[in-house]
């Protein structure tokens, strides 16, 4: 059975710093690509930032470039989102996201992240 658990959001001032993590289980992690997404109120869930296996490469969405840090630990089973810098615009559930070769796709549950003064 494969799981997602995200952890680490919360309710921090414009300006601020969150760091995510995803746990998975029941899977091979270190042969996944692993993604962090986030659905606003009102808005489709976005692509936030994604990592290759071995961590060679990543790739960010124009609205978090240069604030967001993605990075996985494979002994750990575990990707991370660091976000600095943070805009209320960031306020949105952030989901941990990796995909079978064959297709199927996992999601976490989800966690709130709420940036306001």
């Known amino acids: 059975q494969v799981q997602l658990v995200e952890s680490g959001g919360g309710l921090v001032q414009p300006g601020g710093s969150l760091r995510l993590s995803c746990v998975a289980s029941g899977i091979n992690f270190s042969s996944y690509v692993m993604s962090w997404y986030r659905q606003a109120p009102g808005k489709e869930r976005a692509l936030v930032a994604a990592i290759a296996r071995g961590g060679s490469s990543t790739n960010y969405a124009d609205s978090v470039t240069g604030r967001f840090t993605i990075s996985r630990d494979d002994v750990k089973n575990t990707v991370y989102l660091q976000m600095i810098s943070l805009k209320p615009e960031d306020t949105a559930v952030y989901y941990c996201?990796?995909?079978?070769?064959?297709?199927?796709?996992?999601w976490g549950q989800g966690t709130q992240v709420t940036v306001s003064s």
């Open positions: 996201f990796t995909k079978h070769p064959s297709g199927r796709a996992y």
